[in-house]
Structures are given as C-alpha cells and as structure tokens.
C-alpha cells in the first residue's frame, strides 16, 4: 500500500465511518471523502518531498487527528513498516520518545531485532542509557544510508 491510500484509509476508518453511523447520513462524509482526496494527495506529496517544516506540520497534524489520546503515541512496532510509519521515523524520528526499544528501532529500520542488536555491537548505532537505541540515531541512518539488507 503507497502513503496516500493508507492515509485516505485511516482517515475514512477512524473518521468519516464514525461521522456516518453518527448522523445515519452518508451525505456529509461523502462530501468530505471527495475533499480528503484531494488533500490526501497534497499531504503525500508534502510528506514525501517538501521541506522538513512543512512535513513535520503534516506529521503533527495526522498524529493528533488519527492517534489522539491523553497517552504518549506508543504504535505496535509493524506499524514503522508501514508508509506512514517510514515517513514519520524518516522526518521526525518519534513524536513522543528519545529512544525505544531494539525491536521498535528493527521495525523503524525494516531489520530484525538482532539486526539491531549487532549494529550497536558495531559501534553502528549507539546504545541510549536506558537501553534502547535513541530516535534520532536511528533517523539519522535512514536519512544517509541506504536501506538495510539483512545476511540470510
């Protein structure tokens, strides 16, 4: 699945079906796909190649929208595979967390966690004191590295 069609996704699941079962009326939620259509594509776009302020202010905008809650935003570790999740650890890192855990960070890098485990052995990654691997770290690896592949 691309950015744009997990983003149109999430937003008619969490938003627009609930509005819709609320008002017994799939006229206004209808309205409002039409439009999120065409926002979708312009988020993508900005998420996938403007400017890092721009980005992050969609970023901040989405998270709120679509994870809202009084606790941290704390994700299954899947989730950073996804195309959201990949933009989101590519131009923020975490929203909410120095450092997480040498699964997450796998998940954030598309590695093992063992994959993870020997780039801190390596001196490839730093370990954060608590110790997970810190955000920014793994942020800045997949701003200036290719993607990982894993040895069979």
Do not use: C, K
């Amino acid at each position: 699945m691309d950015l744009a069609g997990q983003l149109l996704r999430l937003l008619d699941n969490r938003l627009l079906d609930p509005l819709e079962i609320l008002l017994q009326d799939a006229g206004p939620p209808d309205a409002i796909r039409t439009l999120l259509r065409r926002r979708v594509a312009e988020w993508a776009e900005t998420l996938q190649h403007g400017d890092d302020t721009a980005a992050v202010q969609v970023i901040a905008r989405l998270m709120g929208t679509l994870y809202p809650g009084d606790e941290g935003f704390q994700p299954p570790a899947d989730w950073w595979r996804t195309p959201l999740g990949q933009i989101v650890v590519r131009r923020v890192g975490h929203p909410y967390a120095a450092s997480v855990s040498l699964s997450t960070a796998g998940a954030m890098l598309g590695i093992s966690r063992q994959g993870v485990h020997d780039l801190v052995r390596r001196g490839r990654l730093p370990r954060h004191p608590d110790g997970g691997v810190p955000v920014a770290a793994i942020r800045d690896r997949l701003r200036t590295n290719p993607p990982i592949e894993e040895s069979s």
